[in-house]
């Protein structure tokens, strides 16, 4: 069995990663951002997914204890919406207010098919989006993994350490390939576990 | 996955762990509060009371197919007509989210009033996750109060029982089948009703407007899919706009107001797409609506809008 907690910064969808989760077998609980890193390790936690959140919540330099998670952890993280952008921003790239905010269905298109996190997705599918912000700025230490049409960043992962991020959201029941993409990090925490 | 026959036994037994005494239910007739109270009835039996607030914003022979729904269920229910206090409550109210929490607080009202009379401390509610998701609070931003979450008064008696919270629409009617729930397939209805299908002030004669108006949309859209001219859409209803256009009536001009129809796919009323209605049958509806609603509407538009950035209802 995995263990992957989903770490509340407030989004619309964070109940529904929590269900898709819950839905593929995954042990699965929604946590406040506020939750310390000892006591997810204290409980044997396999991986975790950082929601998305209000408005401009990606812009702050503080998102709960987000940035201990990503100091401390060797277990997968997947930064969704505000906590990829976060994620970006921990790194030292940056992220700001989108010169074309993108809501609804979008067009997705993968830099690199033979991701982990993107096994079994085409090239091309339609994704769900909500974002106000984007990253303008991808650290040296992070590599792009997807594009749209009106933003660069779509799906990004850490070169060195099995942290990823996504501005779309796989969650929500639109996107095409959303639980394809669960089951792939599902799969990575698996292997991390034995590593 | 989802798994309905668990679900029940452990609910019930929370239920039964949490309930002591008589029970409330706000019962609307809606798919949530009847699979609620079909659960709660199932865990308390008789020691529950259905309580259907007529609020003058149900849709058309509605309250009365409620009615009939609660003695099928062999309910203890009371039925209450509370149409005159909510037009009065409402009046010149043409904020949505003011208009949301005038109708959760009276709603409050009413169930007190019967708890008091009855000594009972527990309000069961069909709240289900997007009510209190879209509420808001805390970190969350609020899209909507929903009636019964965002809508309930700051301080209450009665202690709230919400056993489907967790789940979504299309959960809640997986448990309906299995409890044999006879509206386990009919369509999502907000709570507030159609106060918030009217943009502006939801007068008593407004209300008669949307109220057709969602009756010839409910009517024509399941006769073309019963047709197999389509598939039902998830959720399909009429909007009366705040706008007015000029139109031509019998070589007269006429200035009347707007009709938008709108019918969506969703599975979990967390997104949606619009639905793509053949044009056909947008034609029927349209002609229907301004023919017999001429006095009044002279123009039907189609929403386009997806979920995000709209949302599925207008206000």
Not at chain 1, 96 to 101: L, Y
Not at chain 2, 71 to 79: A, G, I, K, Q, T
Not at chain 2, 218 to 241: D, G, N, R
Request: proline content about 5%.
């Amino acid at each position: 069995m995995v263990s992957i907690y989903v770490v509340d910064n407030g989004g619309q969808w964070t109940h529904r990663e929590w269900r898709m989760l819950k839905y593929l077998d995954a042990t699965t609980k929604i946590v406040p951002n506020t939750t310390t890193w000892k006591t997810l390790t204290d409980e044997g936690v396999d991986g975790l997914i950082l929601s998305g959140g209000a408005p401009r919540i990606g812009l702050e330099n503080k998102l709960g204890n987000c940035d201990e998670y990503l100091r401390k952890s060797n277990i997968p993280i997947l930064g969704i919406c505000a906590g990829h952008q976060f994620m970006a921003r921990f790194f030292g790239g940056d992220a700001k207010p989108s010169k074309i905010p993108e809501f609804g269905k979008i067009t997705l298109t993968l830099l690199d098919t033979e991701n982990p996190l993107f096994i079994n997705v085409p090239k091309e599918s339609i994704v769900w989006e909500s974002h106000n912000d984007e990253i303008t700025i991808l650290p040296d230490s992070m590599k792009n993994l997807a594009k749209s049409e009106n933003c660069t960043y779509q799906a990004i992962m850490h070169k060195e350490k099995p942290f990823f991020g996504l501005q779309f959201h796989p969650e929500v029941n639109n996107t095409e390939y959303g639980e394809q993409i669960f089951t792939n990090f599902i799969s990575i925490c698996k292997k991390n576990q034995t590593t | 996955m989802f798994k309905p026959t668990s679900f029940i036994k452990q609910a019930t037994e929370q239920i039964q762990k949490t309930v002591k005494g008589k029970a409330l239910i706000a019962f609307s007739g809606g798919v949530d509060s009847t699979v609620c109270a079909a659960l709660v009835n199932k865990a308390i039996g008789n020691q529950l009371i259905a309580v259907h607030v007529d609020t003058g914003y149900m849709r058309k022979n509605e309250s009365e197919n409620t009615k009939k729904l609660m003695e099928e269920m062999n309910l203890n229910y009371r039925f209450i007509d509370a149409s005159k206090e909510y037009y009065a409550s409402l009046k010149n109210v043409t904020d949505p989210e003011k208009k949301r929490k005038i109708i959760g607080e009276k709603f409050i009202e009413l169930f007190d009033e019967v708890a008091n009379e009855e000594n009972i401390q527990y309000l069961v509610q069909g709240t289900i996750a997007p009510d209190w998701i879209e509420s808001g609070g805390e970190l969350r931003d609020t899209i909507k109060s929903h009636h019964n979450v965002g809508g309930l008064p700051e301080k209450m008696n009665l202690k709230l029982v919400e056993p489907l919270r967790d789940l979504y629409k299309d959960e809640v009617r997986e448990l309906a089948r299995e409890l044999q729930v006879s509206v386990s397939e009919k369509q999502p209805f907000p709570g507030p009703g159609l106060a918030i299908r009217i943009m502006g002030e939801a007068t008593p004669k407004r209300t008669k407007i949307v109220r057709e108006a969602c009756a010839i949309v409910e009517e024509e859209i399941e006769k073309a899919s019963a047709e197999k001219k389509m598939t039902l859409p998830w959720q399909y209803f009429a909007v009366l706009l705040p706008v007015k256009s000029v139109g031509v009536h019998g070589d007269k001009r006429a200035y009347g107001q707007v009709i938008a129809i709108r019918a969506v796919e969703s599975m979990d009323a967390m997104s949606c797409s619009f639905s793509t209605i053949p044009h056909e049958v947008i034609d029927i509806i349209s002609n229907r609506i301004t023919n017999t609603l001429g006095h009044d509407i002279n123009r039907v538009v189609y929403d386009v809008t997806n979920k995000p950035p709209g949302t599925i209802e207008w206000e």
